[in-house]
């Protein structure tokens, strides 16, 4: 599964993210993430895995207020109103991600 992460990643974690990979390429998506909290770790897991990172397209990493608002166009409003950690902003950057990148999923 993942080469580098493969000792501390749970066994049906490895599974849930090769299946996802499996069926990006399968189906000819692409996909980009999203991430502040994690630092980056979620894109991480998805390029660990042999022969099927061709499915990732690209992560932001996004940890400040400011570089949400300036890479991912995350409304500054919205995050004054709900947070920088809540789920109307992880949604405004899943969005922003999709738009800026050009992936599918």
Do not use: W
């Amino acid at each position: 599964m993942t080469e580098t992460l493969s000792p501390a990643l749970p066994d049906d974690v490895e599974a849930l993210i090769d299946r996802v990979l499996r069926e990006a390429g399968d189906r000819g998506l692409t996909l980009a993430t999203a991430e502040s909290c994690t630092g980056g770790l979620i894109a991480s897991v998805l390029t660990d895995v042999e022969g099927r990172s061709h499915a990732f397209e690209r992560g932001y990493v996004v940890y400040t207020d400011d570089a949400k608002a300036e890479e991912l166009a995350v409304p500054t409003r919205l995050i004054d109103q709900n947070g920088a950690v809540s789920g109307p902003v992880a949604c405004a950057m899943a969005e922003g991600a999709l738009r800026r990148s050009g992936a599918a999923v």
